[in-house]
């Protein structure tokens, strides 16, 4: 059973993401699996999603789910799979079997609490720890003594003791380990589930995987991994190593620097075509000034040769800065379809649901301009759905005193209360040569307008802004911001 493999060209690219749902993807998981993707589609392969779910204990309820949501945000379709290692526990021990019959593993009982003990000393004498082998060379009684006993046992490979392992790492190079420095590892679990290292190699192999790209923190386990093909006589897929995430600081990723869930950055407003552009520059580049980049364009570009080595820089900035780009990329209807779900949850629970979808696509092209996330667009756009502002006065006051912002305020309701025309072109053809008249600069009339109809120093462009929020409301702004300053 374990040799029934697919019929395919030897030049198949056929490449696999295998997540454990033992926690929510976060930017290194989707990271490799972009890496994946592209490389597959790059060379019209295969992408192959299978879930690592046979760590029980850890598993996360709701995780895979969250996985699947994950890739499906990016685009991350796949063409075959999900598989499921919980599914498919007969082949691995069929595999344990196999290794066991040719003396290549063996059935270890050490207790829990015997390994524990052995680790402690381990460390108290700063080796570096491991299996110490009790159980490799019992003898046939002492196996049947065991088992008779009522003991559970795991089951271990029999690493090599002498001499050396290597493999040749497609952005490494060729990569030598000391059998020496290599431990009996576990292959079968005592509650008769698999290791990671045996159902990852079987799965591997029953799937015809011609590549296998991680993160680098797998390669420490790549010895292990080609010992246990050779051991089972199959021909191992070619691995690449893939350069860690580091935070800005140099230090490894965590939250603090922004190493979220993947969905939390579909929660926070990032668009899907950004976050992917952004990902795959964490590691590969095109050349050296190129960042904007389609997906057409990474997948017709994309190769191994062009992934460096070294490590990646998580840069939030650069992140949220892409972002804004391709928002103001999208078009104005296309930004408000992806903004109104922010609008509707974010804005204040005072402002009338539904949202009338006709205004939120005049005023979208302002809020557009100006934001990073889309979760940013309901607190740059509260102003225009609230029907009283609430502001501090000295707002009001930051560039004039108290006097000539009254005589400026009153002559601009009497200017806008005779307007007829009410677009940002007549608007600023009034509102200009007022502030001459006023004689006051454009930048401090312009100013006191813009916080009386918004409440906010800085804003969309004051005269868009004022011609979609209409007449009445800007009268009735200008009043109360008048009614503010009389008190």
Known sequence: MLEAKLAMSEAMVRVRFAPSPTGYPHLGNIRTALFNWVFARHNNGF??????DTDVARLVEGATDVILESLRWLGLDWDEGPYFQSQRLELYREAA??????????????????????RQEQMKRKQPPGYDRRCRNLTREQRAEMEASG???????????????????????????????????????????????LANIVDDHLMEISHVLRADEWLSSAPRHVLLYQALGWQPPQFAHLPMILGADRSKLSKRHGATAITEYQEQGYL???????????????????ELLTREEIIKHFSLERISRAAAVFNKDKLEWMNGVYLRGLSSEEFAQRAIPFLEKDLQTAINRPLDIG?????????????????????????????????DVGLLLSKTDKAEAIRSLQASVARMDSLKDWNAAPLEAVFRPLAEELKLKTGVFF?????????RTAAPPLFQTMEVLGKERCLKRLRAALDKLVV
Not at 163 to 174: A, I, V, Y
């Open 47 to 52: 992408f192959i999603l299978r879930i690592e």
């Open 97 to 118: 079997d196999r290794l066991l019959k040719q003396e290549l593993a063996y059935k270890c009982y050490c207790s829990t609490e015997r390994l524990e003990s052995m």
């Open 151 to 197: 003991i559970t046992p795991v089951v271990r490979f029999k690493s090599p003791l002498e001499g050396q392992t290597s493999f040749n790492d497609l952005l490494r190079g060729q990569i030598i380990f000391e059998n020496s420095t290599l431990d009996d590892f576990v292959l079968l679990k005592s509650d008769g589930y698999p290791t990671y290292h």
């Open 272 to 290: 899907p075509e950004a976050m992917f552009n952004f990902l795959v520059l964490l590691g590969w580049a095109l050349d050296d000034k190129t």
């Open 359 to 391: 205004y939120v696509r005049q005023l979208m092209p302002l809020a557009q301009e100006r934001a990073r996330t889309l979760a940013e667009v309901p607190q740059l756009s509260e102003f225009f759905f609230v029907e009283e502002l609430e502001y």
């Open 447 to 455: 100013g006191l307008l813009r916080v009386a109809v918004t409440g």
